[in-house]
């Protein structure tokens, strides 16, 4: 019986994928023909998958905490 190993994208190259097809959403990727329209992407779901892809790299990459720190001061 044979095995095969099915390689598994990094998050960042997944983010990638999703930026560039947001990019080409952006760019027009509907398609009319004989009063038909199909679109090859769903813009909203590849915003919320950028999303998601962008905290988990995030977290991959040890940046799940961040503090801003503000001083006022009066003169």
């Avoid at 390689?7 to 999703?18: D, G, P, Y």
């Avoid at 990727?29 to 813009?43: F, I, P, R, S, Y």
């Avoid at 999303?51 to 990459?61: F, I, S």
């Amino acid at each position: 019986m044979g095995f095969f190993i099915m390689a598994v994208k990094s998050t960042l190259e997944q983010l990638e994928e999703v930026q560039s097809a947001i990019s080409n959403i952006m760019l027009g990727q509907e398609v009319t023909h004989d009063g038909n329209t199909w679109k090859m992407a769903d813009l909203d779901a590849l915003q919320r998958r950028e999303t998601m892809l962008l905290k988990r790299l995030r977290a991959e990459q040890g940046g799940g905490l961040s503090v801003n720190a503000v001083r006022l001061s009066r003169e």
